[in-house]
């Protein structure tokens, strides 16, 4: 069972874990024994609110495929609970930043005195560089 909010419970039955051989180094201990944990979840068979199945279709994220399944592989620990508990925290965090409403941006426009700030600026540097050129020797 994942607690993901106070009303929102995902049930063991919807989270699909197997057992795998982690990649990469690690000598004998990655080639003989299956730590890495590979992590399914069906958005659309899930107990998700359908707000939250919608939002979670919506994201362009490559851990989740085309049929709406998130996939996520922990091989990050030695141990495969600790993988387990890692897979777990990655999909409630995916999950909890669907649930985050952005605040509505207000387009906004530059003061008079930002304006006047920023052509002095330009002005400066203008004069600054037309310094540099070559002296007229009359």
Do not use: C
Request: proline letters at 1%.
């Amino acid at each position: 069972m994942l607690t993901i909010s106070n009303t929102v419970i995902l049930a063991e039955w919807e989270i699909e874990m197997t057992a795998i051989r982690a990649m990469g180094n690690g000598g004998q201990n990655v080639q003989k024994v299956s730590s890495a944990i590979h992590l399914r979840f069906d958005i659309q068979r899930s107990s998700l609110p359908s707000v939250y199945k919608e939002r979670l279709l919506a994201l362009s994220d490559s851990r989740i495929t085309k049929d709406g399944v998130v996939v996520i592989k922990s091989q990050t620990y030695r141990t495969q609970e600790q993988n387990r508990l890692d897979a777990l925290e990655r999909l409630k965090g995916l999950i909890q930043s669907v649930m985050v409403v952005q605040k509505r941006r207000r387009a906004t426009k530059p003061t008079r005195s930002s304006k006047l700030k920023r052509i002095n600026t330009k002005k400066k540097m203008g004069q600054k560089k037309a310094l540099r050129g070559r002296v007229n020797e009359d």
